[in-house]
């Protein structure tokens, strides 16, 4: 079975400061990866995702994701954060077609940006 | 516009008295799946569905049912709801086809079960 492990369920960076969140996953074969965002009382919005190809994958308001997968690791980056980064984040691993396209997801971290 | 949608956002409950919560999608996706949120232990899917009338079980399916009789529709079916049942709902299609395995998710219904 599948499984995806987000180490830290609470990050606190300063504004401007490098973001790290981290994500691990297990998979018997070469998985389809995500990170989704969630702001307070809304959905999950896909913030980017790696299929095949490039291993450095850039996402929407300024993220990156790169995979490694001698590390099975998908962090999730952004060079300088902003307030607005605020947030939950969630990694989530899929294995396409193989599984029924089931989804597996991180329990999830929250990310606070000081001012 | 592309979307899911789910209603009710808001739904409050006593134990024992049935609901359906609604999802439906407009962009022709096969796949569409049920997903609960709780503090701590992230998001844990209940049901599945690969098309029409073709449905399994997630992680999380004890105390729910589905139905998929039309490709856009998928409610979710609690014949007896519980107070464990309290939690934050997303509905999530996606298309399932090589590049478009991302999900897509509907802005999600509070239910509370007193």
């Known amino acids: 079975a599948q499984s995806v492990t987000q180490l830290g369920s609470h990050v606190s960076v300063s504004e401007g400061a490098l973001v790290l969140l981290r994500c691990n996953y297990s998979?018997?074969?070469?998985?389809?990866l995500f990170w989704y965002v969630q702001y307070p009382n809304q959905g999950l919005q896909l913030l980017l995702k790696?299929?095949?190809?490039?291993?450095l994958v850039k996402g929407i308001n300024g993220f990156e994701a790169e995979f490694k997968k001698s590390e099975t690791s998908f962090h999730l980056t952004k060079p300088s954060a902003h307030m607005s980064d605020a947030a939950e984040y969630f990694c989530?691993?899929?294995?396409?077609?193989?599984?029924?396209?089931?989804?597996?997801f991180g329990t999830g971290t929250s990310l606070t940006v000081i001012p | 516009e592309a979307q899911v949608t789910q209603n009710p956002r808001y739904l409050i409950t006593v134990t024992g008295k049935k609901l359906t919560v609604t999802c439906s999608q407009n962009?022709?996706?096969?796949?569409m799946s049920w997903y609960r949120q709780d503090p701590g232990l992230g998001l844990r899917q209940i049901y599945y569905?690969?098309?029409?009338?073709?449905?399994d079980k997630g992680d999380v399916p004890e105390g729910y049912k589905v139905s998929r009789k039309e490709k856009r529709n998928f409610p979710l079916i609690l014949e007896s709801p519980s107070p464990n049942q309290t939690s934050l709902y997303f509905c999530?299609?996606?298309?399932?086809?090589?590049?478009?395995?991302?999900?897509?998710f509907g802005p999600g219904t509070r239910l509370t079960v007193t």
């Open positions: 989530a691993v899929s294995e396409g077609r193989n599984t029924g396209n089931q989804f597996y």
């Open positions: 998979s018997s074969v070469p998985p389809y």
């Open positions: 790696y299929t095949t190809g490039a291993t």
């Open positions: 962009m022709n996706h096969e796949y």
């Open positions: 569905s690969m098309n029409v009338e073709v449905t």
């Open positions: 999530a299609s996606n298309a399932g086809t090589p590049g478009s395995y991302e999900q897509y």
